[in-house]
């Protein structure tokens, strides 16, 4: 059973997030912190904010207008709420792009494996972009989750009836992807992309036998 993350694994996701923080950390300016600095200030707040409301573009414009409130030192104006929102309109709009090689893989892994789809986030934001992607058809099951964490990974195979070692998840991030399935029993295949988000980002034994770590997307055809 194969098991594949959907943003930044299928088709490009955050970097899109980037290009907004990018143009927001422009225009917030500060007469005393760096780009850096303000950086680390909207991380701590996104960090607080996925635990407590969870992912998605809604929660990551109450995070732009927290760190506003937050480096202002009083509440955001109505034309300043209105500004950050005008900066996300990209998140609303952006179109979903495959990774390259994703269509064709998809379509012989399929011929080969069955073929499943873990993704977390805001469920309605999440299955827009699954209804666009074209992809769906290759997939036994979707699933769209909250988080992913040990449990997420032990209630698949539960419902799936399949023995943990003979499950394969494969993503982007470290954090969700790689370390929670592995500590649930779970092979994993870690395809790195360069716009993964910062809260994503762990360290990964490099001595892990159960961890396959390629380059591209389309290499999954030489192993699976």
Not at 5 to 20: I, K
Not at 72 to 80: G, I, L, V, Y
Not at 199 to 221: I, W, Y
Request: proline share 4%; net charge negative; charged share 30%.
């Amino acid at each position: 059973m194969l098991v594949f993350d959907a943003d930044d694994t299928l088709w490009e996701n955050n970097v899109v997030f980037e290009r907004v923080i990018d143009d927001f950390l422009e225009w917030v300016a500060h007469p005393t912190l760096d780009r850096m600095q303000l950086r680390a200030v909207l991380d701590d707040i996104e960090r607080a904010n996925a635990v407590t409301h969870g992912y998605g573009s809604k929660v990551f414009l109450r995070s732009l207008r927290e760190c506003l409130e937050r480096l202002r030192q009083r509440p955001a104006t109505e034309a300043e709420r209105h500004e950050i929102d005008d900066l996300a309109v990209a998140l609303v709009t952006h179109q979903v792009e495959l990774m390259p090689g994703v269509a064709d893989a998809l379509d012989q892994l399929a011929g080969r494996h069955e073929l499943l789809l873990l993704t977390k986030g805001e469920r309605e934001e999440q299955q827009r972009k699954l209804d666009a992607c074209g992809l769906l058809h290759h997939f036994k099951t979707a699933y769209i989750v909250p988080e992913k964490n040990v449990e997420t990974y032990r209630e698949v195979v539960r419902e799936q009836a399949v023995d943990p070692a003979r499950a394969w998840m494969i993503g982007n991030s470290p954090r969700s992807d790689i370390l929670p399935a592995r500590a649930a029993g779970w092979n994993a295949v870690f395809i790195p992309n360069d716009n993964t988000w910062v809260l994503e980002h762990d360290q990964l034994d490099a001595a892990d036998a159960g961890v396959l770590h390629l380059s591209a997307f389309p290499d999954l055809l030489r192993h699976f």
